[in-house]
């Protein structure tokens, strides 16, 4: 059974810094494209970035270029996102999930769900 579990959430103030994790189990990790997404309240659900299976490839939607980090450490079987410089327009719940084909900011093809974590900037 696949189970994928994100943490490091929290609530800051702009400008600070978190580190998410997105830990797999019951599934192959590595033969998997990850991605980060997130949903406001009241908003769709939006990518926020992909990483191909070893890390070679990253993409970031543009809002968060050169603040955000994406990285994975198949060992581990873990997926992180860095966040640096913290925006309130960046409070969501933060959601990882895994695409067999291809790397993506549309959430169309994407499987294995966590359920989340929040994260709240406040300005």
């Known amino acids: 059974q696949v189970r994928v579990e994100e943490s490091g959430g929290g609530s800051v103030q702009a400008g600070e810094s978190l580190r998410l994790s997105c830990t797999a189990s019951?599934?192959?990790?590595?033969?998997?494209?990850s991605g980060w997404f997130r949903q406001a309240p009241g908003e769709e659900r939006e990518g926020v970035s992909c990483?191909?299976?070893?890390?070679?490839?990253?993409y970031y939607r543009r809002s968060v270029e050169g603040r955000f980090t994406i990285s994975r450490d198949n060992a581990k079987n873990t997926l992180y996102l860095q966040m640096d410089n913290l925006r309130p327009d960046d409070s969501a719940t933060y959601y990882c999930a895994a695409h067999i084909g291809s790397c993506s900011l549309d959430r169309t093809g994407f499987e294995y769900w966590g359920q989340g974590t929040q994260v709240a900037v406040s300005s």
């Open positions: 990483t191909s299976e070893y890390g070679s490839a990253k």
């Open positions: 019951g599934m192959r990790f590595d033969g998997y494209y």
